[in-house]
């Protein structure tokens, strides 16, 4: 399982891969999203979850860059939305007392916020990371379910079976490859 976990003095974020499996038919396609889990440790049992599309990590790589780079000092990552429920996902710089720092906050409208601090390095590593993510989350597995007293296979399942029963690895030869 991938993870990732940032910690500050207040709160903690922790990243996972997470599958998810949806039913389309006589198929099942197991696909990934990142499970984000923010964690006040100050204040006992407030917790913030929401999940991230291979795009919205990529989105956070790029917003990242743009507050890393002075740009801007506050980029909004995503807006979810489901029914009353409103989650947002921002990355922000801050300064006080001539420290910069910046801080990722996960919030939900009406409810809580936690917000987890960082420095320039950890930012960059966890953008970085959401990069590389985009492209290991696309993956997605499509399974064929069969139904009770269904006998009937496809035309190409059927060609795909007899030309694997057909052919040995040691019966080929170099020259019969075409290229």
Same mark, same amino acid.
Request: with cysteine; proline share 1%.
């Given at each position: ?5 940032? +910690?500050?003095?207040?709160? @903690?974020?922790? +990243? ?6 949806? &039913? ?11 499970? @984000? ?8 049992? &407030? ?18 860059? &743009?507050?890393?780079?002075? &740009? ?6 995503? +807006? ?49 990371? @959401? ?49």
């Amino acid at each position: 399982m991938i993870r990732y976990t940032l +910690f500050s003095r207040s709160a @903690m974020a922790r +990243f996972s891969e997470r599958v998810r499996s949806r &039913k389309v038919g006589n198929w099942i396609e197991r696909s990934k999203v990142l499970s @984000m889990r923010f964690v006040s440790l100050r204040e006992k049992g &407030k917790v913030v979850v929401a999940q991230m599309s291979p795009t919205e990590c990529y989105v956070f790589y790029l917003k990242a860059l &743009k507050v890393l780079k002075g &740009k801007s000092n506050s980029e909004e990552v995503f +807006f979810h939305k489901v029914g009353d429920t409103v989650k947002r996902l921002f990355i922000e710089s801050w300064e006080r007392d001539g420290k910069k720092g910046y801080s990722i906050s996960l919030s939900v409208k009406g409810g809580s916020s936690v917000s987890v601090a960082c420095s320039k390095e950890e930012l960059l590593a966890l953008a970085e990371w @959401m990069k590389e993510l985009n492209v290991l989350l696309r993956y997605a597995e499509l399974e064929r379910v069969e139904s009770e007293g269904e006998e009937e296979k496809g035309e190409v399942q059927e060609a795909v079976e007899a030309e694997g029963e057909n052919v040995d690895i040691e019966d080929l030869d170099i020259e019969d490859i075409e290229f």
